[in-house]
């Protein structure tokens, strides 16, 4: 089978682990149906999958790590379901990768850096997520016909190559953002602006190290009375 298109049908249960054993199957078309469960990680063996479309289902679970393995993959579509967990690092060496459609999930955690690097990468949209933190720096290298990251919880500076016009609505739905270079839609980064992220960071940091000050402080008293 190269293709598997049981699109727009009212098909329930989950997507089998068999679905691996598919390694000649180039597209995988399940949309607009109830499938629940996870997707599972033997995707990964469908070596020759080009173009999956899993969206307006009842999916959950994560998207596993194994999808990194499809080297040929063309357009992913997950959309409108309820999958959560982060948007896995090994999505970047998707090489093929051109459209990515996350929107309306649970998808949390930051986007990772190596979506950046994907050089086919022509439609990204994960809006109406729960994402964190920055927007990655690499996205500036991007040729991007769509973006977006609308309704969102990320925050700082959008690089500067992204901060324009054509990308106006991309960013809505996100109050953290900012930028630097004075862009209409966006607030305009403060000297101290940086990610929510990256404070939070910083004082779970310094939070560990008072601990631990206190805690050689304390073991010191202990030492010298005794």
């Known amino acids: 089978v190269n293709v598997m298109d049981l699109a727009g049908n009212q098909l329930t249960g989950a997507i089998g682990d068999g679905i691996g054993n598919a390694t000649a199957m180039t597209s995988l078309l399940l949309a607009g149906n109830r499938f629940a469960g996870a997707i599972p990680p033997s995707i990964g063996n469908a070596a020759s999958l080009e173009n999956m479309d899993v969206s307006e289902n009842e999916l959950s679970g994560e998207l596993p790590e194994s999808i990194g393995r499809l080297s040929r993959l063309n357009s992913l579509s997950i959309g409108a379901n309820a999958i959560g967990g982060a948007i896995p690092a090994s999505l970047g060496s998707c090489s093929a990768l051109s459209t990515v459609n996350f929107t309306r999930n649970k998808l ?99 939070c560990v190290l008072a601990a631990t000050a206190v805690l050689l402080a304390a073991l010191g008293v202990t030492l010298y009375l005794r």
């Open 108 to 206: 949390a955690g930051a986007i990772p850096e190596e979506l950046g690097n994907l050089p086919r990468l022509n439609s990204l949209d994960v809006s109406r997520n729960e994402l964190t933190g920055a927007v990655p720096a690499s996205f500036a290298a991007l040729k991007l016909s769509f973006l977006n990251l609308s309704d969102n919880r990320l925050s700082g500076p959008v690089p500067e190559a992204l901060a324009i016009s054509a990308y106006g609505d991309s960013f809505v739905g996100n109050p953290g953002l900012c930028a630097t270079n004075g862009a209409g839609f966006l607030r305009r980064c403060t000297p101290g602006s940086r990610s929510r992220s990256a404070n939070a960071a910083r004082l779970v940091v310094t």
